[in-house]
């Protein structure tokens, strides 16, 4: 859990420093929203290659050699002096960054059984959030007095800390799964690829993702520049929603597991809440995106939509891990990950498109890509519900496709 708040805070700093740098680098709209965009060029592509080594290499060693990338990051960053080092800074942060949701699960999984996950995998969810309150309580303060540069140092010395501590303590979880699908059990790729639930669960994370990657660039910009906000007042909006989404993960998750462990259907338990969620928030956003809600009512609509679909991850990653073998495990969920999180190399990048052909007005360019980001959520939502089957899936691969090896 804390590996996950370092990493949010890591990722998020651009964000809260983004005024700062690009009145002081002179960025336009187009190239913020394309470094934005860098951190997620390797983000995708480093976290299979790495989920891939985590189904044979300790997660403890793939967790420290991640933290010694994120330092080098850092420490880049803070001595950027233009538009391509920044590009390249933001680049090897996600390289980075990319494994670490998917290897602290795979990690976290192996102290579980699959129905007692669904807590755990959002009490992960619940660090990536904690992190994003510590960086809106925390970074606009640094930031505004010490200045951006002082923010960065002063995460990778963080990182450091952590790392010492990890090898001092990290241990790796015992927990075989061979009671109900072999250890030794594998099932072609293909198969598992091509899964209409593993192929839904993913479509649904990947535009949950389109909105939520925002925080890690426009969002602080949009409240400050484009409504106005202080920068800490900008900082309580966004702890607010973070607020929100942890209360919503565990008072969901744990009435789902409660469910689960009562013999509850996997669909009704594990994917109709994040479904609906998803469903609910695509929703919001589109009415924030395509209708004149005003200042309060825009503020109210960012809120339960960002709330909403930060629902979805956790469910997301618990029900990748119900039906993956237990060897295959790791690489599946980093591919699921990999491709949800590729939608951060297209959020920021449309965000400052559609700013500049609003004649860099912030708002208006911002907010009608929310609303088209809302009715793609509403129609995965949608397709989610009728056509996610978990328990299916498990049964087909365990009886059709599973090969000795």
């Keep these: 859990m804390i590996v996950m708040v370092i990493a949010v805070l890591d990722k998020s700093i651009f964000a809260f420093a983004g005024p700062q740098i690009i009145d002081e680098l002179k960025l336009t709209p187009a190239q913020f929203g394309s470094i934005g965009s860098a951190f997620f060029v390797l983000y995708s592509i480093s976290g299979l290659l790495v989920g891939f080594a985590a189904n044979r290499l300790p997660t403890r060693y793939i967790l420290a ?16 002096s233009g538009f391509a080092m920044l590009v390249g800074s933001r680049m090897l942060l996600g390289a980075g960054c990319g494994p670490g ?46 200045g951006w540069r002082a923010g960065y140092l002063l995460l990778a010395g963080v990182s450091l800390v952590w ?11 015992t927990h075989d799964d061979a009671a109900l699908t072999p250890s030794t059990a594998t099932a072609p790729y ?18 949950s993702y389109l909105p939520t990657a925002l925080i890690y660039s426009w969002v602080p910009v949009y409240l400050q520049r484009g409504l106005g906000l ?26 789902s597991q409660r469910a689960l462990t009562r013999g509850a259907r996997v669909r009704r338990a594990l994917v109709a809440p994040p479904m609906l969620a998803c469903l609910l928030g695509g929703i919001a956003m589109a009415v924030l995106g395509f209708g004149s809600p005003g200042r309060v009512g825009t503020l109210a609509l960012f809120l339960l939509g960002s709330i909403l679909v930060n629902l979805l991850p956790a469910f997301a990653n618990s029900i990748v891990a119900f039906f993956a073998p237990s060897r295959q495990r790791g690489s599946l969920l980093a591919i699921h990950i990999g491709l949800m999180t590729s939608a951060g190399m297209v959020a920021p990048l449309l965000v400052g498109r559609a700013v500049e052909r609003a004649g860099g007005l912030i708002a208006p360019g911002f907010e009608l890509v929310i609303g088209g980001f809302g009715l793609a959520l509403v129609a995965s939502g949608l397709l989610g519900l009728a056509l996610i089957d978990p328990e299916r899936t498990r049964s087909q691969l365990l009886t059709r496709d599973t090969q000795p090896r």
């Excluded at 293909?190 to 535009?207: E, M, N, P, Y």
């Excluded at 900082?235 to 009435?255: E, F």
């Design 101 to 146: 949701t998917a290897v602290t699960q795979h990690a976290c999984f192996k102290w579980y059984a699959p129905r007692e996950r669904v807590v755990p995998a959002a009490l992960i969810q619940v660090a990536i959030m904690l992190g994003a309150i510590a960086g809106a309580l925390m970074l606009p303060l640094v930031i505004q007095r010490f």
């Design 65 to 80: 050699a991640m933290s010694l990338v994120w330092m080098a990051a850092q420490l880049l960053t803070a001595r950027s």
């Design 190 to 207: 293909r198969r598992l690829l091509l899964d209409r639930s593993f192929v839904l669960v993913t479509l649904a994370g990947f535009c």
């Design 163 to 173: 790392l010492l501590a990890w090898m001092a303590y990290g241990r790796e979880g």
């Design 230 to 255: 202080a920068p800490i007042q900008s900082g309580y909006v966004v702890m607010a929603a973070t607020l929100g989404v942890i209360v919503l993960n565990l008072v969901v998750s744990s009435a």
